[in-house]
Nanobody, 121 residues
């Protein structure tokens, strides 16, 4: 059974930083693309970043470029999202998602339960 468990969310002041983690199990982690998706209060889902199973083709949504860094440790079956220079508009539930194959962009078939990030003074 595929399991994705996010952690690291919380309350942070504008300009602060957080590091999200996603522990994956139940599948061969290195063989699948992974992405981060977020949902702000009262809004729809927004893709944030994605990368291939081998760590290649790292891509970001425009509003987070230069502030967020996605990475993965295939030896630890863990996905990360380092978020710096956080803004109130980054407030959202952040989800870790598994792709349907090695290359991101082909769809997602599993989601974690999410972790809440609140950026507020």
């Amino acid at each position: 059974e595929v399991q994705l468990v996010e952690s690291g969310g919380g309350l942070v002041q504008p300009g602060g930083s957080l590091r999200l983690s996603c522990a994956a199990s139940g599948f061969t982690f290195s063989s699948y693309a992974m992405s981060w998706v977020r949902q702000a209060p009262g809004k729809g889902l927004e893709w944030v970043s994605g990368m291939h199973g081998n760590g290649g083709s790292l891509s970001y949504e425009d509003s987070v470029k230069g502030r967020f860094t996605m990475s993965r440790d295939n030896a630890k079956n863990t996905l990360y999202l380092q978020m710096n220079s956080l803004k109130p508009e980054d407030t959202a539930v952040y989800y870790c998602t598994k792709g349907i194959h090695m290359y991101w962009g082909g769809g997602m078939d599993s989601w974690g339960k999410g972790t809440l990030v609140t950026v507020s003074s």
